[in-house]
């Protein structure tokens, strides 16, 4: 049966992850409809037309109205569906704190995760490269320098974010953190606070964390394991044509 909700997605994406998580815990009803970004799926005319004119992940299409930006789909849920209020609580200024860390996590910790992701993994798959240690390391200091900031600024004594329960921030948050640890970074030497939450949130999220992180490891590493054969399969040309 076809939903109203059509959730436009790339589990490589770490909004899309953060917000197909929201949706499954939430029992929102949606229709998934997952996009390959690496293909390019999300640039064609037809996407643009029929499901999001910016040509972004995530997107929504919702009773025919067509929305994008992950904080936008966000809020738009939280207005439009029965949403638990642990997610985007009223009282205690809670719906400000969760903003005054969204806001925060455009320009900090989704600028450095998603650099050092670019550059330790995407750049280098897309360009079928050898991925720059300079830029890495450029990318992995303010990636740390980041870390550094959210825990010192949003992690404290209390379980979570916002307290002792869970937010859209702390979702958001730890989606932010996995696009980089899925490449290799060791986000947590040396920060025990951020290690502690990270486990709070994992083991609070539950079975829609884990199914959605099995699937983004295995997205990787198909993508992987893909550019793998081709560049086998191009050497053996290469080879094949030196001997004729």
Request: charged letters at 25%; one cysteine or more; glycine letters at 4%.
């Amino acid at each position: 049966m076809s939903q109203s909700l059509k959730f436009y997605f790339d589990f490589l994406n770490q909004s899309s992850r953060a917000l197909y998580i929201f949706l499954e815990a939430s029992k929102i009803p949606f229709e998934a409809i997952p996009i390959s970004m690496v293909k390019g799926e999300h640039l064609t005319g037809e996407f643009r037309d029929k499901v999001n004119r910016f040509r972004k992940l995530p997107a929504i299409t919702d009773h025919g109205y067509q929305l994008s930006e992950s904080v936008a789909i966000f809020r738009h849920l939280s207005r439009e569906k029965l949403v638990p209020e642990h997610w985007y609580p009223r009282r205690q200024l809670g719906r400000s704190r969760t903003d005054e860390y969204l806001a925060w996590q455009q320009t900090n910790m989704d600028v450095a995760c998603t650099d050092y992701f670019q550059q330790k993994w995407l750049i280098p798959h897309l360009q079928k490269s050898r991925a720059s240690d300079n830029a890495i390391n450029n990318a992995g200091k303010h990636l740390e320098g980041t870390l550094n900031d959210f825990e010192q600024l949003f992690l404290t004594s209390h379980k979570f974010i916002l307290g002792e329960n869970i937010s859209f921030a702390d979702l958001s948050a730890i989606c932010e953190i996995d696009q980089t640890k899925s490449v290799g970074f060791s986000a947590f030497k040396n920060r025990h606070k951020l290690s502690r939450w990270y486990d709070l949130v994992r083991d609070e999220l539950g079975p829609y964390y884990k199914s959605v992180q099995d699937q983004f490891d295995a997205a990787l590493k198909q993508s992987s394991q893909r550019e793998q054969r081709q560049g086998e399969a191009q050497a053996q040309a290469q080879a094949q044509a030196v001997k004729q």
